[in-house]
């Protein structure tokens, strides 16, 4: 169980890390304003773009991946615990 907790541990504090990153970048317009979740600057270019898909999917893998290891996994292991017999 303690690698399941790690696992999801580490996918938390790096895709974490990695939308904090990109949203600082794109989604804050100035100090004063709205920090990490305010409007995303303008279409911008090639390599802006694909950082708005990361963008989102670090996000999305730090909320499903801890969910999955922590909640999920163990579920289904007990699930086929109780059903082998």
């Not at 696992?7 to 304003?33: D, H, Q, R, S």
């Not at 991946?65 to 017999?85: D, Q």
Request: aromatic residues 16%.
């Amino acid at each position: 169980m303690a690698d399941e907790f790690m696992k999801g541990l580490a996918i938390l504090i790096v895709c974490g890390l990695g939308w904090m990153v990109l949203a600082g970048w794109y989604n804050t317009p100035g100090f004063e304003a709205a920090q990490l979740t305010g409007a995303t600057s303008g279409a911008g270019t090639l390599y802006d773009q694909v950082a708005y898909v990361l963008r989102d999917g670090f996000f999305w893998a730090a909320v499903l991946g801890p969910v999955t290891f922590w909640l999920v996994l163990p579920a289904i292991s007990e699930y086929r615990g109780r059903n082998a017999n």
